[in-house]
């Protein structure tokens, strides 16, 4: 289930001149959001949207939990990776087969979707403030259960916080034809 996380308010993107929230940001004739989305159902996987306003990431993550909660893993995906490709969401879904967590990597950089398995249930839905699933990954870390998945998709990198990080994003598109 790929949880689409579009609760944040956006402050870096205003505080950086943004107009409008960054998920609502143009980029190549859709928003932000609409870009994600995109990839989300060309991906064919199953999907959440989680909008309600959440105080902090780690909320936000415990709500798309709660309201899926007999899915059997799920993807963390935040709605400002308007990059993001299909194939990407797929593999690391894939990815999941055996281990607890999947976490896609660019270059070194680790991105998202991180994907999490049924076994991390509980403390996905323990997640509470700004930090999100971050100690999730760790306590399976420890454990030997994250796989680190190498990518190609520049997209699991590309997240959009402030106006320059739009204007970064748009060039990529661009140059994708």
């Not at 076994?119 to 323990?126: D, I, K, M, R």
């Amino acid at each position: 289930m790929v949880l689409v996380l579009a609760s944040g308010r956006g402050e870096r993107f205003a505080a950086s001149g943004g107009a409008a929230h960054k998920l609502r940001a143009p980029l190549g004739g859709k928003t932000v959001l609409e870009h994600t989305l995109a990839a989300v159902r060309a991906s064919g996987l199953p999907w959440h949207l989680e909008d309600a306003g959440h105080p902090g990431m780690g909320d936000s993550i415990a709500a798309a939990v709660r309201a899926t909660a007999d899915a059997p893993g799920w993807l963390v995906l935040p709605g400002d990776l308007p990059l993001i490709q299909p194939e990407t969401l797929r593999t690391i879904a894939t990815a999941l087969a055996d281990c607890a967590v999947a976490v896609p990597v660019h270059n070194g950089e680790r991105g998202h979707p991180v994907g999490f398995a049924a076994q991390c249930l509980q403390g996905l839905l323990a997640l509470h403030g700004e930090q999100g699933a971050a100690s999730v990954v760790r306590e399976q870390a420890r454990q030997g259960r994250v796989r680190w998945v190498d990518v190609e998709d520049v997209g699991t990198v590309t997240d959009v916080d402030t106006v320059q990080d739009l204007e970064r994003a748009a060039q990529l598109l661009a140059a994708r034809g």
